[in-house]
């Protein structure tokens, strides 16, 4: 049974970081693309960033560029989001999600499977 299992979400004041965890099981994902997505109340699931089979590629949402960090450690199966200067609009439910090919993109239906989410709340 293939799992993608977030963690790392909470309740952070703005400007404070956040680290997210992404751990894989059922399989192996060293040669797919992942990503992440969020959610907020009231509104559509967003790209937030995604990254190569290898981590040469990441790429990010404007929203979050220069603030976020994606990477990966294949040999732990597992994906990160490094989460800094965060402001209350980051507020949601984060979403891991791993694709079916190599290289990452910016649109969900390009993501085979998907975590449970992982809510992250900013304060002003």
């Known amino acids: 049974q293939v799992q993608l299992v977030e963690s790392g979400g909470g309740l952070v004041q703005a400007g404070g970081s956040l680290r997210l965890s992404c751990a894989a099981s059922?399989?192996?994902?060293?040669?797919?693309?992942m990503a992440w997505f969020r959610q907020a109340p009231g509104k559509e699931r967003e790209f937030v960033a995604t990254?190569?089979?290898?981590?040469?590629?990441?790429y990010y949402a404007d929203s979050v560029k220069g603030r976020f960090t994606i990477s990966r450690d294949n040999a732990k199966n597992t994906m990160y989001l490094q989460m800094n200067s965060l402001k209350p609009e980051d507020t949601a439910v984060y979403y891991c999600?791993?694709?079916?090919?190599?290289?990452?993109?910016?649109?969900?239906?390009?993501?085979?499977?998907w975590g449970q989410g992982t809510q992250v709340t900013v304060s002003s």
């Open positions: 059922g399989r192996t994902f060293s040669s797919v693309a």
């Open positions: 990254i190569s089979w290898s981590g040469s590629r990441p």
């Open positions: 999600a791993a694709a079916a090919t190599g290289l990452g993109s910016a649109r969900s239906y390009d993501y085979e499977y």
